[in-house]
């Protein structure tokens, strides 16, 4: 197919702009949610499908090659958050976590069951830095922060008070075991994306109160705001935060030493790729169905 280009005005990214960025906009499918690199250097999305209900199994992940988009996976119900593990690809889908071969083909990673609490809304995934497991968020109570609108209940709100304190981060080792990296706190109430810093060291998008969290050594720490709908993040190798918001599609750099900058307001905008090596952001804009490539020139 081909791709829709686009010319985007964009502020400091990895550095000073050596040219105008562009925006490359490829069509995936409904409800893209979340994109990684994978076998053969390739690209592996999922989509969440048409009506992201329990037992549906209209989700997939689909595999990008250039402008080349082909089915790899299917039979999912809402599958979310993706990673490469080097061996397989591995996503959340509802209250089950799946790991995927080469071949496309499938396998139950860990299931309800095997969980020391339910899960309620499983979302994110992320590659621990020791290769041998992956951290995945739980939500957890995301039936009760939206108003009879769809809106969120504003955060000091008696809505927003009552809402269960039930989210936690699992760590998932890769034959199935798992175990809790972050036991449920108000603090991270509704949290969505997760990246892995160090073995001790994590981040984490409080999707509700649209807080950027650093959790080390059993405390959090602040380290952004004003982020409601948060969904992906991810820190690059000179400190900048790149940070996505869902509801209103905005795609934001947040340096180190300077005020945050807005690179791209999408339909939507999801659990994004930072390719570093490449100066480019893979998002995935799940109301458009489509994967956005924001490059991110060097000078």
């Known amino acids: 197919m081909n791709a829709l280009r686009l010319a985007l005005l964009l502020p400091l990214a990895f550095g000073p702009l050596a040219a105008t960025p562009t925006l490359q906009v490829i069509a995936v499918g409904p409800n893209p949610e979340s994109v990684t690199r994978g076998f053969g250097g ?22 990008i090659r250039g402008d080349a988009v082909s089915d790899f996976s299917a039979g999912y119900d809402d599958p979310k958050g993706i ?6 690809l591995i996503t959340a889908d509802f209250t ?13 990673l860990a299931g309800p069951s095997d969980f020391p609490h339910p899960p309620s809304y499983l979302n994110d995934v992320a590659l621990a830095p020791d290769g041998r497991s992956v951290l995945v968020t739980d939500m957890g109570a995301v039936t009760k922060m939206r108003d009879p609108g769809g809106q969120l209940w504003p955060v000091d709100s008696a809505e927003a008070a009552a809402i269960p304190v039930i989210a936690r981060v699992y760590r998932i080792t890769l034959d199935g075991k798992v175990s809790i990296a972050v036991e449920n706190q108000r603090t991270m109430l509704l949290p969505n994306g997760v990246t ?26 602040i380290v952004a705001t004003g982020h409601r709908s948060v969904d992906g993040i991810a820190r690059d190798s000179r400190g900048t935060l790149y940070v996505s918001e869902v509801f209103t599609g905005r795609v934001w750099a947040i340096p180190a030493d300077g005020p945050k900058r807005l690179l791209a307001t999408l339909t939507s ?14 998002v995935p804009d799940t109301k458009a169905g489509a994967l956005a490539f924001l490059t991110l020139h060097r000078p």
Do not use: C, Q
């Not at 592996?44 to 199994?57: N, V």
């Not at 990673?83 to 397989?88: A, L």
């Not at 089950?96 to 139950?108: A, M, N």
């Open 196 to 221: 892995s810093l160090s073995n001790d060291t994590l981040l984490l998008a409080e999707f509700f109160t649209g807080n950027i969290l650093e959790y080390r050594a059993g405390g959090f720490r």
């Open 83 to 88: 990673v490469f593990t080097g061996d397989h």
């Open 96 to 108: 089950r976590v799946w790991k995927i071969d080469s071949t496309g083909k499938k396998e139950l």
């Open 42 to 63: 390739d690209l592996f999305a999922t989509l969440m499908g048409e009506t992201r209900k329990d037992g549906d199994g209209n989700g997939r992940i689909v595999r």
């Open 269 to 282: 905008a999801a659990d994004f790729l930072l390719d570093e090596p490449a100066s480019l952001l893979v």
